[in-house]
């Protein structure tokens, strides 16, 4: 092992005081301005909004939030931080389209 510093994975120092969007364990996701880190992945998260869940599918995020201001996550706790520049939502391609056959029912049919 070297006597050198230490150096993470992942540089968090690029979001500080910018908007970054955090996937916890457990399915909660969470928007905010990163306000501060430690080695540790805890995380404080200033403006922050939780996407809430869609009652029928849990695994399913929906538009509504939740506004809960100045935050603490856990590292613990924190599975994925992403920055909210550049961010958009896309279509899933393993859909099958709308009016297209898919391989099992052509097979049948």
Same mark, same amino acid.
């Given at each position: 092992?070297?006597?050198? !510093? !230490?150096?993470?994975? =992942?540089?968090?120092?690029? #979001?500080?005081?910018?908007?970054v969007?955090?996937? &916890?364990?457990?399915?909660? *996701?969470?928007?905010?301005?990163?306000?501060?880190?430690?080695?540790?992945?805890?995380?404080?998260?200033?403006?922050? &909004? *939780? #996407?809430?869940? $869609?009652? *029928? $599918?849990? =695994?399913?995020? /929906?538009?509504?939030?939740? $506004?809960?201001? =100045?935050? %603490?996550?856990?590292? /613990?706790? %924190?599975?994925? %931080?992403?920055?909210? $520049?550049?961010? *958009?939502?896309?279509a899933?391609? #393993?859909?099958?389209?709308?009016? !297209? &056959?898919?391989?099992?029912?052509?097979?049948?049919?």
């Amino acid at each position: 092992m070297s006597g050198g !510093k !230490k150096e993470t994975v =992942l540089d968090l120092g690029k #979001f500080i005081d910018k908007g970054v969007r955090v996937k &916890l364990s457990g399915g909660r *996701e969470v928007t905010g301005i990163l306000k501060g880190f430690d080695q540790l992945l805890n995380l404080v998260l200033d403006e922050c &909004l *939780e #996407f809430l869940r $869609d009652a *029928e $599918d849990p =695994l399913r995020i /929906t538009d509504q939030t939740r $506004d809960l201001g =100045l935050i %603490v996550c856990r590292g /613990t706790s %924190v599975m994925v %931080v992403s920055g909210l $520049d550049g961010m *958009e939502e896309v279509a899933n391609p #393993f859909l099958p389209a709308e009016g !297209k &056959l898919d391989m099992g029912e052509a097979g049948a049919a």
